[in-house]
């Protein structure tokens, strides 16, 4: 009653003494131009989304407001079963505002999204889509794709361009839907401009017989599309850039696009030392490991897979970590056209990188036993090259009015040398020597891979009814050799003799797997369907590993059979099962199951000894959704899978590459089965620009292969995998977005927590390992076109870890980091940039060193011609010196400290020079 009496004064108050503007206007149906009866329409003011009037549209679906106050205004129409009509107004005193004939549309037909007139909603939820509309998000003009990500709620960018979104990694950019030079996102975010996209769109990209059935495989990446702008898809664009600095550093490349309708032609180059752009290709889990031992069948995807090993010769991928000083050479071209009404597309990458990486890194672990501890010194000093070819080719056809053809090649050629020398020292709880090693490690190897992918699609007359069949081949190879040279010294009070090791070692591996997958869909209504799947796959893996000591003649040809095998594992997978779909109006969800029948037959040629085992594999997968309204919706998502030990877990070698940490494989491992869910909540209010993003990852492993390591009293660690019980992972982020409408300041609250318990056994006694991070994060942005440009993100971070064999030593710490940008334009287009990152972190028993770090960039440059699209720049990287390369590592009953080398202080003097030019013709700067 109160609140009505203070409304209905001020109404008469605003009556009395102010003067009004007049506002009116028509509702009708945008198809049947019918009017719109009863439509409600709201005016709010723009500031505090406060209501000042009310009304509804008489039969001729016409409205009026007489008595509005001067200012900035929204005016709001909704109507059942349409999209809402929202416009900014801003009226004066004694105005009158027509808006004329408001074509309302039908929600069925914008895919549930909501319009909004002169400035569309800035995010929307779009199913499992989150999409960003690039214009609602300032950035300056020139501004690359990168600068626009780092505006947008829910996405972190680091130093390096790593892409976070919703607190997983992004694996691909896609422009248009298309792959765009395949998989180093940077090569897209630092390179298109920010004003060519109409669209960003965050999703898990699902394998593309996934996506048409609904049947999940377990294929999810992380992934960015960035759908262009119309107007922009015809003409040419790229970039042009040449630096030259102080000690010896320089970074130039060139990009060049050329887009005509659905014609996409790109070139890049890259030669640079500073290890910004063009390094990090994703593919070191398929190819590029020089001593691939670890071959993995996985049970979700149906074919195998490779991943790292325990051999110090396998260390490196053939990437650009951040760590060391890197040299590259790089390029490639894109092709990419759809022709005869889209009916045919063909999408062509090749590339080629020459990548040369040197460095030093050191770290201080500390050992945690039953009844002591150890602590370890070691250094590396590497040198690591590697020439890298690759190509790819998506071939897709329209075969009849409802069957499509498309067939994915790709093929890679790696030739790598490796080079390292490492030392330790192990330090017994008093600090007395245990042991000390150096070694010296050179390879040599020759990856090869080709992938082949067909998936044929078929859509009957009956709307829902489908067929698809996939036929997947994946073929690798490894042909690697090397030496090892290694000498180990016990403590004083050892009696132990020095044990020495000069060896000669070579590697052959080889895989070819087979999977093939048919998929039928019926619907049982219009809102229901039903999926049956049946999959055949097979495969056959070789592991040739030989160790040679020097003969008496000086030869390496003495077989060393304890470190030699050759090793064969074949396999044939059965699969088949159910999925029922729902999607109703709000309400979607799945549940089925898939149930597979695996034969192994694992084969040791040298001993002569054979395995045959059978496996029964579950695959249980669940999913819903609710969509609350149309910008709000909660999803969750489960499902479980058995996941097969590897070869080299199975392989009954021992690994000598390092002495004093040798790993023998387990041939008796069982398999172990992984439940995991995900729990997603995005709301996101258009009106006033807040939104929040809340997601929740958790899994827990039976029988999971973990480890059990034997340290002996001079300080040798035996280890091979074993399964285990009770391992589990629980992880959430939440991120809370909002705009300060008077300062015209975007800002966003994050906070982040992981939980994680792992098993080991060390010693003969069962481990427990807890971990718990908690991080909180801010940031906020606000620029004013032409003039300046500032943005702020601190993040605080707290670890602790303990262990249950020693539940006395706790490991805490704080991290604290800071990243400051800002820029300033100055009159005559002269601009100023700088940034800053600061680095802080306790010290701990272990972590005892000040590596606290202050990376201070800045450049100062001027802008040329009317577009402004020539840039001189005079710029300073590590200003203070302070770029020191370091990580911790916290894991089980180990952790550990690492330093290494990286790129530091150096002046540049670069030019870069963007062009382009649109379909039509527009006058030159």
Known sequence: ?????????????????????????????????????????????????????????????????????????????????????????????????????????????????????????????????????????????????????KRLPGIQIDKNGKITAQGQTVKKVLVDGEEFFGDDPTLVTQNLRADMVDKVQVFDKKSDQAAFTGIDDGEKNKTINLQLKENKKNGYFGKVEAGAGSNGYYNNQVMFNLFKNKLKFSGYGILSNVGTIGLNWQDNNSYGQSFASSLDYDET???????????????WGGQYNGQGLPVVKTGGLHFNNKWNQDKQSVNLNYKILDLDVTGQNASRSEYILPDTLYYTNSTQAFHNHILRNKASGIFEMTLDSGSTLKINVDASKDHKTTQSAYTSEYLAEDSSLVNRNKRQVTTVGDPEKLNTNLLWRKKFRKKGRTLSFNFKEEYQSDNSSGYLNSETKFGKDSLQPEQLTDQYKTFRNKTLALDSRLVYTEPLSAISSLAINYGLSGGNSQSDRNSFNKSAVGKYDAIDSAYSNDYHFSLLTQKTGLLYNFSGRKLHFNIGSDIGFTGFKQQNLDSGLSLNRHFVNWYPQSSISYKFEQQNVLSFRYSGRTQQPGIEQLQPLANNQDPLNIYIGN??????????????????????????????????????????????????????????????????????????????????????????????????????????????????????????????????EHTSSISSIQQSINTKYWTFNLRADGDIFLPLKFQMHTDCEFNFRQKTSV??????????????????????????????????????????????????????????????LSLVWNFAKAGSAQPKP
Not at 875 to 892: E, T, W, Y
């Open 1 to 149: 009653m109160r609140l009505t009496l203070f409304t209905a004064l001020l109404v008469i108050g605003q009556s009395l003494f102010a003067q009004h503007a007049v506002l009116r206007g028509l509702v009708s149906d945008t198809a049947e131009h019918t009017p719109l009866f009863q439509s409600s329409i709201m005016v709010l003011q723009s500031k505090d989304s406060f209501l000042i009037s009310f009304t509804r549209a008489d039969v001729h679906g016409a409205f009026s407001f007489s008595r509005l106050p001067a200012g900035k205004l929204i005016c709001k129409i909704s109507h059942p079963g349409y999209a809402e009509y929202v416009t900014e107004l801003e009226l004066k005193d004694s105005s009158e505002i027509n808006l004329g004939k408001i074509p309302m549309i039908l929600k069925s037909q914008l895919l549930q999204e909501v319009v909004v007139h002169g400035n569309m909603a800035a995010i929307r939820i779009n199913g499992d889509t989150l999409e960003f509309k690039a214009d609602s998000f300032k950035v300056q003009q020139g501004a690359t794709v990168e600068e626009l990500l």
């Open 301 to 315: 995807m149906g074919y195998f897979t490779y991943s790292g090993s325990n051999d110090d010769l396998d260390s």
């Open 667 to 796: 041939p008796l491992l069982k398999p172990s089965f992984n439940n995991s869910f995900s729990l997603n909540y995005y709301k996101y209010k258009a009106l006033s620009e807040t939104g929040v993003f809340v997601s929740l990852y958790g899994q827990s492993t039976s029988n999971a292969i973990s480890s059990k390591d034997f340290v002996d009293s001079l300080g040798r660690r035996i280890y091979q995998s074993v399964n285990v019980n009770g391992n589990y992972n629980l992880s959430g982020n939440m991120d809370y977005s909002f705009k300060i409408q008077k300062a015209d300041m975007n800002m966003s609250l994050g906070t982040g927590y992981n939980v994680g318990r792992n098993v080991n056994i060390v010693n003969d006694e069962l481990n427990e390992t807890m971990t718990k991070t908690y991080s909180f994060s801010f940031r906020m942005n606000k620029s004013k076109e032409k003039k300046y440009e500032f943005s702020l993100s601190p993040t605080v």
């Open 847 to 908: 972590f005892d060193v000040n590596n606290n770090t202050i990376f201070w960039n800045a450049w100062f440059g001027k802008k040329f011609f009317k577009k402004e699209n020539l840039l001189l720049k005079i710029q300073a990287n590590d200003i203070l010196n302070q770029n020191i390369g370091f990580n911790r590592v916290v894991n089980s009953n180990y952790v550990s400290q690492n330093t290494y080398t990286t790129i530091q202080r150096y002046l540049m």
